[in-house]
């Protein structure tokens, strides 16, 4: 072996010269894709949403002095559907159907001058009836074509017979003869033996005026102030329509708790059974403020709708209906309706979640009232106060009609029956 000559290196592995290359073959493109990542982020912002193009687009269009021209958002997107809705997003699809299809078709007959068409005013305890008929004949769910209709509104008004001092019994005949020359003019009752036809009326001598057309009660639906079985009311059928005091005397209540010092408060005449013993056993007690009457008005004005600002529950017996305008006026001055009802049919309760911003107890519990209102933990007194704020829109009515108040709860509940009806 010659010392002078060096002996060759032995073969590098194939494959570690592949392992190398791949190893070099991936810094480098990894090395690539940041310095692209990078240069791409400083260079570029990420593209606006489609719908702030848009907005933006409108404003730069639309002058400054034109801001009242940009387009409204969807008010069904921004809307609270709570827990006070039995199904809150039920209501909020069906709502959206109700305003978009929903119509009825009013029978023109009658003098306005007399009975028919036209409410006697918007003011009172019986103004409901009245909203209701100018709402419906002014509002988008009108149609002049029958065959369009989803429902067909009988426009007599028991409040104006009332009001010219017809007698109950002239009343029965006046609505029996007044239905059946609509049946006889126009096919659309037989179609259905009136199942889709209405009739409103809030005085209970309305309700029975009714009776002497017994069709009308047991087919047509009655949108009634007094929801009582022993007038025939039918609740998978009828309407409870709510009895609204309107105008309300002062502005609404709510978010006022620490202003409510007083347990409960309740001040009527006694005209029914529970009316009579919640007066005896409660008219002395320290805690409640029970009056055996009205509050005069030589103590003071406005003291019996200022004392529902400062109580917290305000017990609403039946008087001689089971319905009354206390519930609404308690929820309208934020003070908490107590319901002292053994059957009351409640204002949109297939809707509203009563028990979230109310107290709901029977007769019999009338002698354990101030106990069960005392246990409620102020916790839950806190949530019934903050649902009953959420509600207060749909106890009132406005004209024109505002969304969501008394008159399109009305119609909601209208709504919900013409799915029933089988041509």
Same mark, same amino acid.
């Given at each position: 072996m010659?010392l002078g000559?060096l002996?060759?290196a032995?073969?590098?592995s194939?494959?570690?010269?592949?392992r190398?290359?791949?190893i070099?073959l991936?810094?480098?493109t990894?090395?690539?894709?940041?310095?692209?990542?990078?240069?791409?982020s400083?260079s570029?912002?990420?593209?606006p949403p489609v719908?702030?193009?848009v907005n933006?687009a409108?404003?730069?269009q639309?002058?400054?002095?034109?801001?009242n021209?940009l387009p409204e958002e969807n008010?069904?997107?921004?809307?609270e559907?709570?827990?006070?809705?039995h199904?809150?997003e039920?209501?909020r699809l069906?709502y959206?159907e109700m305003?978009?299809?929903?119509?009825?078709?009013i029978?023109?007959?009658?003098d306005?001058?007399t009975?028919?068409?036209?409410?006697?005013?918007?003011t009172?305890k019986?103004?409901s009836e009245g909203?209701?008929?100018?709402?419906?004949?002014?509002?988008?769910f009108r149609?002049e074509?029958?065959d369009?209709?989803?429902?067909?509104?009988?426009?007599?008004s028991?409040?104006?017979?009332r009001?010219k001092?017809t007698?109950?019994?002239?009343?029965?005949i006046i609505?029996?003869?007044?239905?059946?020359s609509?049946?006889?003019k126009?096919p659309?009752?037989?179609?259905t033996l009136?199942?889709?036809?209405f009739f409103?009326?809030?005085h209970? $001598?309305?309700v029975?005026a @009714?009776? =002497?057309l017994?069709?009308?009660?047991? !087919? +047509?639906?009655?949108? /009634?102030c007094s929801p009582?079985y022993?007038?025939?009311?039918i609740p998978?059928?009828?309407?409870?329509?709510?009895q609204?005091?309107?105008?309300f005397?002062l502005?609404?209540g709510?978010?006022d $708790?620490?202003n409510r010092? @007083?347990? =409960?408060?309740?001040?009527g005449?006694? !005209? +029914?059974k529970?009316? /009579?013993?919640?007066?005896?056993?409660?008219e002395n007690?320290?805690?409640?403020y029970?009056?055996?009457n009205?509050i005069s008005?030589?103590?003071?004005?406005l003291?019996?709708?200022?004392?529902?600002?400062t109580t917290?529950?305000?017990?609403?017996p039946g008087?001689?209906?089971v !319905?009354s305008?206390?519930?609404t006026d308690?929820?309208?001055?934020?003070?908490?309706?107590?319901?002292?009802?053994n059957?009351y049919?409640?204002?949109?309760?297939d809707i509203?979640?009563?028990?979230?911003f109310?107290?709901?107890?029977?007769?019999?519990?009338v002698?354990q009232l101030?106990?069960i209102?005392?246990?409620?933990?102020y916790?839950?007194?806190?949530?019934l106060?903050k649902?009953?704020?959420?509600v207060?829109k749909?106890?009132q009515w406005n004209?024109p009609?505002?969304?969501?108040d008394a008159?399109?709860?009305?119609m909601?509940?209208?709504?919900?029956?013409h799915?029933?009806?089988?041509?």
């Amino acid at each position: 072996m010659s010392l002078g000559k060096l002996s060759p290196a032995p073969p590098s592995s194939p494959m570690f010269s592949l392992r190398g290359s791949l190893i070099t073959l991936a810094f480098f493109t990894l090395l690539s894709l940041a310095y692209f990542s990078v240069n791409f982020s400083v260079s570029s912002a990420p593209p606006p949403p489609v719908s702030a193009t848009v907005n933006n687009a409108v404003r730069q269009q639309t002058a400054p002095g034109d801001l009242n021209q940009l387009p409204e958002e969807n008010e069904n997107e921004n809307e609270e559907f709570s827990d006070i809705y039995h199904s809150p997003e039920v209501f909020r699809l069906n709502y959206a159907e109700m305003e978009r299809k929903f119509k009825v078709y009013i029978y023109p007959d009658g003098d306005p001058k007399t009975f028919y068409q036209t409410p006697r005013k918007l003011t009172g305890k019986y103004s409901s009836e009245g909203y209701f008929f100018q709402n419906i004949r002014e509002g988008r769910f009108r149609t002049e074509d029958p065959d369009q209709a989803h429902l067909f509104f009988i426009p007599i008004s028991c409040h104006k017979m009332r009001g010219k001092g017809t007698s109950y019994e002239n009343m029965t005949i006046i609505v029996q003869n007044y239905v059946e020359s609509l049946i006889a003019k126009y096919p659309y009752w037989n179609r259905t033996l009136g199942a889709d036809h209405f009739f409103v009326t809030c005085h209970d $001598v309305g309700v029975r005026a @009714t009776e =002497g057309l017994p069709l009308l009660v047991k !087919n +047509s639906i009655r949108v /009634v102030c007094s929801p009582s079985y022993d007038v025939g009311f039918i609740p998978h059928k009828d309407v409870a329509l709510p009895q609204v005091l309107q105008p309300f005397a002062l502005p609404a209540g709510g978010n006022d $708790v620490e202003n409510r010092t @007083t347990l =409960g408060f309740w001040a009527g005449h006694r !005209n +029914s059974k529970i009316r /009579v013993i919640l007066a005896r056993v409660w008219e002395n007690d320290t805690e409640l403020y029970i009056l055996n009457n009205r509050i005069s008005r030589a103590e003071g004005n406005l003291l019996y709708q200022k004392k529902f600002y400062t109580t917290k529950f305000c017990i609403c017996p039946g008087g001689s209906q089971v !319905n009354s305008a206390r519930p609404t006026d308690s929820i309208h001055y934020g003070c908490i309706p107590v319901i002292l009802s053994n059957y009351y049919d409640l204002p949109f309760n297939d809707i509203l979640d009563w028990r979230k911003f109310a107290v709901i107890l029977t007769e019999k519990d009338v002698f354990q009232l101030k106990h069960i209102l005392k246990a409620i933990p102020y916790s839950d007194f806190l949530t019934l106060h903050k649902n009953l704020v959420k509600v207060q829109k749909h106890f009132q009515w406005n004209s024109p009609p505002i969304k969501y108040d008394a008159f399109h709860m009305v119609m909601y509940d209208l709504w919900l029956r013409h799915h029933v009806i089988k041509y």
